[in-house]
């Protein structure tokens, strides 16, 4: 079984910073897809960024990139030139299939606050 | 805009009371998945269909029937719930169960607040 462990129910940070979201995970796989979701208020969880673990690149978004660190289990989310919209619940997944098609395993999230 | 759409948004139903959710995407997805959510706790999976058919049961009480009559449409039939039922449930679907493509993350819907009095 996989489990995923967020370690910051809340971070607050100001407009305009950066801010790093971190997640470790467990697994015996050796070939797994990790993700970011964003919750925000509206309540739709929104595919932020997504990560195949046979791929050492990390992969970006435009302000949003991860760092992968495979052999620690380690998944953390970097949100540059944070905006006000980027407040929401943010979710750490991990699956084994490429869409998270066969269910996701869910980190317990981070509330994000950016303060104006 | 979400493209996959959930009704009602909000519902409000007594113990003894029988309602449907109602999940729709009309993205050609053959995978649709019902997910529990309480407040500030991640979403636990419920049920999962591939091709029309009941894929996987988390084990879900029997008080909970879901139902996919066609390819576009998911259906979450409710009856005798508890309170502690009370929770937002997702719906999300994928072009297939098992798909590897890349470009084929779960689309959720905005969910239905369940409220159980």
């Known amino acids: 079984a996989q489990t995923v462990t967020q370690s910051q129910p809340e971070m607050s940070v100001q407009e305009a910073e950066t801010v790093t979201l971190s997640c470790t995970y467990d697994t015996s796989e050796n070939n797994y897809y990790l993700f970011w979701y964003k919750q925000p208020p509206s309540r739709q969880m929104i595919l932020v960024i997504r990560?195949?673990?046979?791929?050492?690149q990390n992969a970006t978004e435009n302000r949003f990139s991860v760092n992968f660190q495979k052999a620690a289990k380690s998944f953390s989310l970097k949100i540059s030139d944070s905006q006000l919209g980027d407040t929401a619940m943010y979710f750490c997944a991990f699956s084994t299939s490429g869409g998270g098609a066969d269910g996701l395993t869910f980190g317990k999230g981070t509330h994000l606050i950016i303060q104006p | 805009d979400t493209e996959v759409t959930q009704t009602p948004k909000h519902l409000v139903m007594g113990m003894t009371n029988k309602k449907s959710l109602k999940c729709e995407q009309h993205?050609?997805?053959?995978?649709m998945y019902w997910y529990k959510q309480k407040a500030k706790k991640p979403p636990e999976l419920m049920f999962v269909?591939?091709?029309?058919?009941?894929?996987i049961n988390e084990s879900v009480p029997s008080r909970f029937s879901p139902e996919c009559p066609n390819s576009s449409l998911l259906n979450l039939h409710l009856h005798a719930l508890q309170p502690e039922d009370s929770a937002l449930y997702l719906c999300a679907s994928s072009p297939t169960l098992s798909d590897r493509r890349p470009n084929s993350p779960l689309h959720f819907g905005n969910g239905t607040r369940l409220t159980v009095t």
């Open positions: 990560q195949e673990a046979y791929k050492q």
């Open positions: 269909y591939s091709y029309e058919k009941l894929s």
């Open positions: 993205m050609g997805h053959r995978a």
